[in-house]
Structure formats: C-alpha cells, structure tokens
Nanobody
Framework: QVQLVESGGGLVQSGGSLRLSCAAS????????IAWFRQAPGTEREGVSC?????WYADSVKGRFTISRDNAKNTVYLQMNSLKPEDTAVYYC?????????????????WGQGTQVTVSS
C-alpha cells in the first residue's frame, strides 16, 4: 500500500520560509506524479504544485514556491519562500501513477495526512 507522510509545517511570520517534505514508502517515485495541495478552512482543496517529468505551479505560488524530488530518499520537497498569510492551510501531498496532468483532488489516488502551515501577519 502506497504511503505518503508529510512533515515540515509550522508557524512562520509573513515573508518567512518553510520547507515541506513528503516521504513516500512502498513505492518508488520514478513512475508517479507527486502533487502538493492545500486546504484552508471553509475552502476547497486546491492544487499548489506538482512534479513528474516536468513541474507545475499554481499562479498564486509561482516565483515563491519550488518543488523538487530526491529519488534516493524517495522524498519530494516544497520550498516555500516569501510566505503570505493567505498561504495558511493544511498542506497535503498526493500521488498518482501518471504524469501531473490536471492537478485537482479527484485525479490523485494516494494522500498523506497533511501538515499545518500557519503564516502570521
């Protein structure tokens, strides 16, 4: 069974940085797209970034967030810089056995438990 475990969330001031990690087990990243989603209270889960043979970013995070993958550690990272209060959400990583495609919740099959990111103003 595919397992994904996120870590790295926390409380940071506006303008600060965090790096999220998504550690995968029981499968190798090579054949999977790994995406980051986030969900703030009262909102739908939205795609933030994805990595497979290429990378994708939501407009709201372009230029501030960077996704990367370490195949040796079977881990995907999301480096988040210049954080804003509107980035506050629970961040989830998700996987699917394909390229990134349309990064929406229903297209991804495996999910982590989420990690809270809170950006204070």
């Amino acid at each position: 069974q595919v397992q994904l475990v996120e870590s790295g969330g926390g409380l940071v001031q506006s303008g600060g940085s965090l790096r999220l990690s998504c550690a995968a087990s029981r499968f190798t990243l090579d054949y999977y797209a790994i995406a980051w989603f986030r969900q703030a209270p009262g909102t739908e889960r939205e795609g933030v970034s994805c990595i497979s043979s290429s990378t994708w970013y939501a407009d709201s995070v372009k230029g501030r967030f960077t996704i990367s993958r370490d195949n040796a550690k079977n881990t995907v990272y999301l480096q988040m810089n210049s954080l804003k209060p509107e980035d506050t959400a629970v961040y989830y990583c998700a996987a699917r056995f394909a390229i990134c495609g349309t990064v929406v919740e229903g297209q991804y099959d495996y999910w982590g438990q989420g990690t809270q990111v809170t950006v204070s103003s």
